[in-house]
C-alpha cells in the first residue's frame, strides 16, 4: 500500500490549459513536499506546505495543503511546455522521507 | 546543480556481480539518504545516515548496504545482483531533520 497516492498517474494537454493533481494519504503530515523531477535529472523541490489549508503560489503554480493535512494538491495556469515533468509529492514519516509514485506531465505545444 | 555529486552516471554490469554507488553531499548537509527509482515502484527510500549514523531504514534489501564516512560522503554497496535490481539509484541531502531535500543525478544501473 502506497502510503502517499498521487492522481493522475499521467496527464496530457494542451498547452494553455489549467490542471490540478493531487496527492492523498489516509495519514496526518506535519508537511508536504512537492517536487519536479525531469528526464535524467534528480527531483528538485518546488515548495513545502506546512500549515492545514496553507495556499502557496509559484508564478502559475499553485499549492494547497488540505485542512486535515492528509492530502495535497497542485494547480497549474496556463501551462506551457517547460512544465512538462514528473511531479512528485512527499512527507515525513520520523526520519524516513517517503514519496507518492508521482503524475507525469505531458504538455503539448 | 544541487551541490550533490553521484558517481558513476551509468553502470553496467552483470547478475552476481557487487557494485558500489558514491555520492558527496551538498556542503554542509550532514543528512544524506538514498533511493531506488524504477518505472513501476516510483521512488523507494532505502536508508538514511546523519553525520555519519543510519538513521533510517525503508525497502532495503539485505544484499545492500550503506555507510557515512567521516568526511560525510556515502556509499551504496549492491550485491549478489540481481535483473530485478536494474534502477535508477539517488542520493540525497539535507541540512537536517524534515529539511527539504537536494538530490543528484543519480547512478543509472543495468544488471544484464
Known amino acids: 500500500t502506497q502510503l502517499l497516492e498521487q492522481s493522475p498517474q499521467f496527464l496530457s494537454i494542451q498547452e494553455g490549459e489549467n490542471l490540478t493533481v493531487y496527492c492523498n494519504s489516509s495519514?496526518?503530515?506535519?508537511?508536504l513536499q512537492w517536487y519536479r523531477q525531469e528526464p535524467g535529472e534528480g527531483p528538485v523541490l518546488l515548495v513545502t506546505?506546512?500549515?492545514?489549508?496553507e495556499v502557496k503560489k509559484l508564478k502559475r503554480l499553485t499549492f494547497q495543503f488540505g485542512d486535515a493535512r492528509k492530502d495535497s494538491s497542485l494547480h497549474i495556469t496556463a501551462a506551457q511546455p517547460g512544465d512538462t515533468g514528473l511531479y512528485l509529492c512527499?512527507?515525513?514519516?520520523?526520519?524516513?522521507?517517503?514519496f507518492g509514485k508521482g503524475t507525469r506531465l505531458h504538455i503539448l505545444p | 546543480d544541487s551541490g550533490v555529486t553521484q558517481t558513476p552516471k551509468h553502470l553496467i554490469t552483470a547478475t552476481g556481480q557487487r557494485v558500489t554507488l558514491r555520492c558527496s553531499p551538498r556542503?554542509?548537509?550532514?543528512?544524506v539518504y538514498w533511493y531506488q527509482q524504477s518505472l513501476d515502484q516510483g521512488l523507494q527510500f532505502l536508508i538514511q545516515?546523519?553525520?555519519?549514523?543510519?538513521?533510517a531504514k525503508g525497502n532495503i534489501l539485505e544484499r545492500f548496504s550503506a555507510q557515512q564516512f567521516p568526511d560525510l560522503h556515502s556509499e551504496l554497496n549492491l550485491s549478489s545482483l540481481e535483473l530485478g535490481d536494474s534502477a535508477l539509484y539517488f542520493c540525497?541531502?539535507?541540512?537536517?531533520?524534515?529539511?527539504?531535500?537536494?538530490f543528484g543525478n543519480g547512478t543509472r544501473l543495468t544488471v544484464t
Open positions: 540525497a541531502s539535507s541540512v537536517s531533520r524534515y529539511s527539504p531535500l537536494h
Open positions: 495519514s496526518v503530515f506535519s508537511s
Open positions: 506546505v506546512v500549515t492545514g489549508g
Open positions: 512527499a512527507g515525513a514519516r520520523g526520519d524516513k522521507i517517503i
Open positions: 556542503s554542509g548537509d550532514l543528512s
Open positions: 545516515y546523519y553525520n555519519g549514523e543510519e538513521r
